[in-house]
């Protein structure tokens, strides 16, 4: 009888997090052991993603502790950490990346962490057997910056059937959701300028996800909500649990993520899935998570190009023509339909949970996969 495979998983921070990244990392090591596999997820110590000495001794202790048949697969943002593990700790070993999106990539780092991140992350990458990214554009990012094709491969995050959202109750305004942890990266507050400039047209606005991250980036843009005189039509809902995101979702009319780089954008499928109009912008992996008739996309961190999409989908004051009302809804309703047709080829997390083992089974797994 083969033995199940034995899997590690390396991620900062408790699984049950709610973020993209989490929520794939957390479907996949449940599939896994639906599949028999036996995976741990231990506890690491430290700063992460810009590594101080005791996440760096983390990752090596934790590696050097690892039987030798277990393959450690290492989240992205605990990467730029391995670069600085004693070869002791990796050598003969099985280790596996799995990249959402590289930390480097994210918005604001000051010069210097940029760089040594990026330094980091290109030591940690040659370190391992095999990367695993949910995107293709993250696969070409990274075989530009030098790595092996061979060695890479692609497995998107799955989604969840829901039904197509219903909007607001009739004769309310248009409801835009945004949802996403509020740091530098998601672009709220480039949202927040851009609906200060359609504040005539009959919307409201719900963002949705933590405010604790980047602390000073949250109060920043409270204070932009604030100073715009928006408080009463933009709403800051916090982290949500599954339930209240999806009763977001159904009360939604459009969907707004006006991000600086995204590696895929999970929450983007989200509302393909429930039939939303998506309003993003060209950066990272967007454009090949939404097609073009599927969404607006315009140039990240473009403030008027955003409130252009905004007004081209949003009913202006009461007194514009019933021609301009109709165009609105109109465009609203096509781009909506294309949504649909998108969400019906996505790829459900059973068969991404499938080419994940495979995946593995490909880049350096010890043991036989079993079959599901």
């Known amino acids: 009888m083969t033995a199940a495979p034995t899997l590690c998983l390396l991620v900062p921070s408790p699984l049950e997090q709610r973020t993209g990244g989490y929520i794939y990392d957390r479907q996949m090591v449940a599939s896994l052991r639906d599949r028999g596999w036996t995976v741990a997820v231990p506890t690491l110590l430290g700063r992460f993603p810009d590594p101080d000495h005791r996440a760096v001794n983390s990752i090596g202790d934790t590696l050097a502790a690892l039987p030798a048949d277990t393959t450690a697969l290492i989240d992205s943002l605990a990467l730029p950490a391995l670069a600085g593990a004693p070869a002791s700790a990796t050598r003969d070993r099985t280790i596996i990346a799995l990249v959402h999106h590289l930390p480097s990539d994210e918005t604001g780092l000051p010069p210097n962490t940029r760089h040594l991140l990026r330094s980091r992350e290109r030591d940690a990458l040659a370190r391992v057997s095999g990367i695993i990214v949910t995107s293709a554009y993250t696969a070409e990012r990274i075989a530009a910056a030098g790595g092996d094709l061979e060695r890479i491969r692609v497995v998107v995050p799955g989604t969840d059937p829901a039904p197509a959202s219903r909007g607001p109750p009739a004769g309310d305004p248009v409801m835009l959701l945004c949802v996403g942890s509020l740091v530098p990266r998601k672009g709220q507050d480039i949202l927040v300028r851009a609906l200060a ?106 403030t008027q190009a955003l409130a252009d999409a905004i007004a081209s989908v949003v009913e202006g004051p009461c007194a514009e023509t019933e021609g301009t009302r109709s165009r609105t809804t109109g465009r609203r309703e096509s781009i909506a339909a294309a949504a649909r047709r998108r969400a019906a080829i996505l790829p459900d997390w059973e068969r991404q949970a499938r080419a994940f083992a495979t995946a593995l089974a490909e880049l350096g797994s010890p043991t036989e996969l079993p079959r599901s």
């Open 197 to 302: 400039r359609e504040r005539e047209r009959r919307w409201r606005c719900v963002l949705a996800g933590s405010t604790t991250r980047d602390r000073e980036f949250f109060r920043r843009v409270r204070r932009l909500v604030d100073n715009e005189g928006l408080g009463d039509r933009i709403e800051f809902a916090g982290e949500c649990t599954g339930e209240e995101i999806f009763g977001l979702y159904d009360r939604a009319s459009v969907f707004v993520l006006p991000s600086h780089f995204e590696g895929y954008g999970m929450a983007l499928t989200e509302a393909l899935i429930r039939g939303l109009p998506v309003i993003s912008t060209t950066a990272g992996a967007i454009p090949h998570t939404v097609p073009g008739d599927a969404g607006i996309l315009v140039p990240a961190g473009d």
